[in-house]
């Protein structure tokens, strides 16, 4: 079934994950690796920080894997607009300019992490892991 048809199924179980990049080719690389754990369920795509704000709205997935750097809402705007409007949901950052600057830029806009794209690989999984662990156990002492 293609993702799009998908975007709009209910997750029984897992993480739902938004992808928001601009890059279809990223996209399309992030599905396959994220697909081969079985916890983690891609619930749709966004090509900018605009339609990234009305897919978390529709969607209100677990967490956003959100471009920094993008066309018509850049990933740093997107960030702080979701994560003000949906403060239960978890950003994690993707920048192939992985400089300080940046990382502080999406930190400061509520994301929990920045990481390189070329980073993604050995370091994505468990980092979602971790933040939905911690998210869980902060909802659950409330």
Partial sequence: ???????????????????????????????????????????????DGLEAQDKVQELKPDLVLMDALMPVMGGVEATRLITARFPGTIVIGLSSV??????????????????????VVKELIPAIQGYIAARNLRESKS
């Fill in 1 to 47: 079934m293609p993702l799009e048809e998908r975007a709009i199924e209910s997750v029984d179980h897992g993480v739902s994950i938004l992808i928001v990049d601009d890059d279809e080719t990223f996209q399309k690389a992030i599905r396959r690796f994220l697909s081969d754990d079985p916890t983690l369920k891609i619930v749709g795509v966004a090509y």
């Fill in 98 to 119: 992985d400089t300080h600057a940046m990382r502080e830029a999406m930190l400061n806009a509520g994301a929990v992490e920045l990481f390189g794209k070329i980073d």
